[in-house]
């Protein structure tokens, strides 16, 4: 890992970071600063294994909010809200169940309202196993629908059984092209031309460990 990513605090915190960039989120620096910007912040401690996950909105909306709370351009009960109180309120409830959505997604066990002290925070206490996104795509799933161009598969009938070759094209009997193909044009394995076999003559060839 970069020095630019240090690592976390706790194991949990980490794969909530990597999950939450994948997706395209811009997450904080694990360091509190002056100068935070506008993200998701991660917090979380090396003795305790949950971990609590905010939004800071950004600087102009918190200003804009700021101004109108001090100003009281309020009314108690909530019938009259200035538009950056109301704003910021939506922009960090939407923000924190779309974070909520992707760390539910792949497996983390997330608390909306853990503490009436953080209302507007999020509280990861574990990940559950699971599939992933990362796994590779392998049999029996992996061709289920047909394999494109460029996938690299093996053949397991005919005379050049066990060769690895290329997938060039694909073709359907019915012309639709629904559902998997009846058969596929793939490099010849001795490199001379191409070579039609029927779908059922190859599958995927997974890399070698």
Known sequence: MSSSQPVGPNALADAVRDELVAAGLPVLPWEPSEVRGTGVSI?????????????????AMRNAAITALQ????????????????????????????????LVAVGFH???DADDMRPSELLVRGRQPGPSWRDPAVPPLAGS?????????????GDYAGAVTTVMSARWHNRRTVGPPDLYRVEHPRGTGQLDVPATAVTLAQEES
């Open 43 to 59: 917090l979380a401690d090396a003795d305790d294994p949950e971990v609590w996950i905010g939004w800071v909105e950004s600087e």
């Open 71 to 102: 100003a009281g351009a309020y009314r108690p009960g909530g019938s009259e809200v200035h538009p950056a109180l109301r704003h910021s309120s939506t922009v960090t409830s939407a923000m924190l169940a779309a974070i909520a959505e992707i």
């Open 110 to 112: 997330v608390e909306t």
């Open 145 to 157: 629908s047909g394999y494109g161009p460029g996938v690299r598969v093996r053949l397991i009938e």
